[in-house]
């Protein structure tokens, strides 16, 4: 059952990642391009996916527990630190130059381009050795977000 | 240039925000994408695998649903070069596992939240991806 509803809940924001353009870097790219060929579709995307959200969550939390059982896991975090804020620039520089994100791709992958399949590997290969240079630097790492 | 489709992106936003509230009502679990990957490459098996596994397995096979409504798989367009893909997956990869989050987890998941550590993570993020692509195409494109 646990297993079922994860693959048919993948299925769902795998069709919405396609419908709406975020798996297409053409279009995110354009998107970023604000002195060029400037494509705001994708201010759309995160005006519905936000709406949507905010309200679902308020729903789902006041169950007190998912349908499935155990508890609801949220991030912890509070601060604002360079980790958080070094990272996320770094992130952006890497998206602008491919146009996928994390969850752009993965539903891309489903049609086996070896441009996708390459930007999978290298993303991988990227969080092996940020987990190994925080390793180094001996650092807790919490990739849950 | 890319076609301005507000009406199917939107319409795309409402079906992600309808998953990531189901993940978290039947599961219990934020829809960061980064995060559920990530949980996949952990050096010891969890409990957590299957659930990943399952989901991701969802969001490979969506193409197949969109060929069976559509009758057309999408259309993607990859513009970047294989160098400056693997690069660009390479920083994604390290910046995702130092913020703790990608587009899904803070842009969606933490915003919806009011976190304010994904609030800034966000707007970082989407900052440097413009003048990213201002500088590609702009100041070394032409």
Redesign the interface.
Known sequence: MKLVSAFAIGLLFGCGILISGMGDPAKVLNFFDLAGTWDPSLAFVMGGALIVTAIGYRLAFRMGQPLLGGQFNLPTKQDLDVKLIGGSAVFGIGWGLSGFCPGGLVPVLGLGLPGALLTAATIVAGILTARWMISMSNRKLTAEA | ???????????????????????????????????I???L?ATQLSSDW???A?????????????LGITGE????????S?A??????????????????????????????L????I???V???????????V???VFGG
């Not at chain 2, 301005?4 to 994408?33: C, K």
């Not at chain 2, 993020?125 to 692509?133: K, P, Q």
């Open positions: 240039m890319t076609e301005f489709t507000p009406f199917l992106s939107f319409a795309g936003g409402i079906l992600i925000g309808l998953a990531t509230v189901a993940l978290m009502a039947v599961h219990g679990r934020i829809a960061g994408i980064n995060g990957v990530s949980g490459l299957a659930w990943r399952a989901f991701l397995g969802g969001l490979i096979a969506s193409p197949l649903i969109m798989l999408p259309r993607i367009d990859i513009p970047s294989p400056v893909l693997a690069v660009g997956g390479f920083l994604t990869g390290i910046g995702t596992t130092y913020g703790s989050g990608c587009t899904s987890g803070h842009g969606v998941c933490g915003i919806s939240r976190s304010a550590r994904s800034v993570a966000t970082t993020f989407m900052l440097t991806a413009i003048v990213t692509v201002f590609t195409r702009h």
